[in-house]
């Protein structure tokens, strides 16, 4: 739990120092603006809870946090979000969903010998390895390549149904506690970048870019 008092949360930490500390890893992705965005709404839309933080649990050598500075220098991608120059806002403003603020990677990517996602967005050569599907506490995160039209995907995250399929596991939760509440345009934004990989639709998906350039 995140709560904002002085004693048993953040309520002392500073914006540099919460920027800081929010890059695992999707969030480096974020603007500056969404970033100061959360940092209000944890600090000042949420009530202080006094809370004693549990004791931790890990043991030796995971406890030392010097250990994450190895993984940091080995892993982590800090670069923020670069919009592509090819692609039109909405495309854009999915991708940047996608791979920030939603982290649909954090699930439905894939895993490396370190427990690193294979890939952070679709560019390069491990880009095949982002959102192809995996296996989270026995839960199986579809591959979102090549899966379905802009209308089914957006009913998906608005309602957690469509006409393949109703979510269950740790996606209920993220419909209920997330994507149900986007705006309509945030809700269908990242829709049409995951239509772009999708191979059954794509004429249909390039029809409908055409008309609304």
């Not at 009913?155 to 269950?168: A, E, R």
């Amino acid at each position: 739990m995140v709560t904002p008092h002085t004693t048993s949360g953040i309520g002392n930490t500073s914006f540099a120092q919460f920027d800081r500390a929010m890059p695992y890893p999707s969030y480096a992705k974020m603007s500056e603006d969404d970033m100061r965005a959360l940092y209000a709404f944890l600090m000042k839309g949420l009530a202080p809870v006094s809370q004693a933080n549990k004791p931790a649990e890990m043991r030796w050598p995971f406890s030392m946090r010097w250990g994450l500075s190895l993984w940091n220098w080995a892993f982590l991608d800090d670069a923020p979000f670069t919009p592509d120059a090819n692609q039109d806002v909405v495309w854009n403003r999915g991708a940047y969903l996608v791979q920030s603020l939603g982290h649909c990677g954090a699930c439905h990517t894939p895993r490396g010998l370190a427990f690193q996602e294979k890939a952070m967005s679709d560019a390069g050569p491990a880009g095949k390895h982002f959102l192809a599907g995996e296996t989270v506490e026995s839960w199986h995160a579809y591959s979102l390549r090549n899966l379905w039209t802009v209308e089914d995907t957006a009913l998906l995250l608005k309602t957690g149904q469509n006409s393949f399929t109703t979510v269950s596991g740790n996606m209920a939760e993220v419909i209920h506690n997330s994507t149900q509440h986007f705006t309509d345009a945030d809700l269908t934004s990242p829709t049409w970048k995951m239509a772009s990989w999708c191979t059954r639709c794509s004429a249909r998906y390039a029809t409908a870019r055409t008309a609304k350039a």
